[in-house]
T-cell receptor, first 111, second 111 residues
């Protein structure tokens, strides 16, 4: 079963709007929470990541919000652009090499 | 820039064939991974390797084996391909336990 539950499966946002993707987990041993971005025909690439001792991390238009008590984290994309259209995966790491991925969210930003 | 290359972008094989998927990374990373990506299921780990000739099973190793004879090369082998192994296969490498660098993927169809 999915150890990291991601929603929604797909998301359509107007250009300039805010895109929000949510993830939830159960395993409190997870210690690193990355988001990956995947364009068609490409492999996923790291977008932004957070550790559980921080509640928020911002890089440009991308922000991760992390709620340790609720065991949830989310990706916010401000001022969404058509070039942001891609599939986004949240993930969580336990142990040195054990990365668990969410099911993915296909984001479409309409011009 | 880290480069992870996969031997084929598209592959069509017949049921029962032995299939080799090759992955090469050029950054001297210790860790290498094979995932399969299916819609609605995200990325699921098949096998990973943390050193030459060392390997560990992931979540879905059944029907697969791997080989790592050189640090830069990690091969995924389907001993006897079946139609339920039709999928996108992604290779990744990592210098430690955090960011993983992905190849472009091999879309395998088993007829």
């Amino acid at each position: 079963q999915q150890q990291v539950k991601q929603s929604p499966q797909s998301l359509i946002v107007q250009k300039g709007g805010i895109s929000i993707i949510n993830c939830a987990y159960e395993n409190t041993a997870f210690d690193y929470f990355p988001w990956y971005q995947q364009f068609p025909g490409k492999g996923p690439a790291l977008l932004i990541a957070i550790r559980p001792d921080v509640s928020e991390k911002k890089e440009g238009r991308f922000t991760i919000s992390f709620n340790k008590s609720a065991k949830q984290f989310s990706l916010h994309i401000m001022d969404s652009q058509p070039g942001d259209s891609a599939t986004y995966f949240c993930a969580a790491r336990v142990g040195n090499n054990d990365m668990r991925f969410g099911a993915g969210t296909r984001l479409t930003v309409k011009p | 820039d880290v480069k992870v290359t996969q031997s084929s972008r598209y592959l069509v094989k017949r049921t029962g064939e032995k299939v080799f998927l090759e992955c090469v990374q050029d950054m001297d990373h210790e860790n290498m991974f094979w995932y399969r990506q299916d819609p609605g299921l995200g990325l699921r780990l098949i096998y990973f390797s943390y050193d030459v000739k060392m390997k560990e099973k992931g979540d879905i190793p059944e029907g697969y084996s791997v080989s790592r004879e050189k640090k830069e090369r990690f091969s995924l082998i389907l001993e006897s391909a079946s139609t339920n192994q039709t999928s996108m296969y992604l290779c990744a490498s990592s210098p430690g336990g955090y960011e993983q660098f992905f190849g472009p993927g091999t879309r395998l169809t088993v007829l």
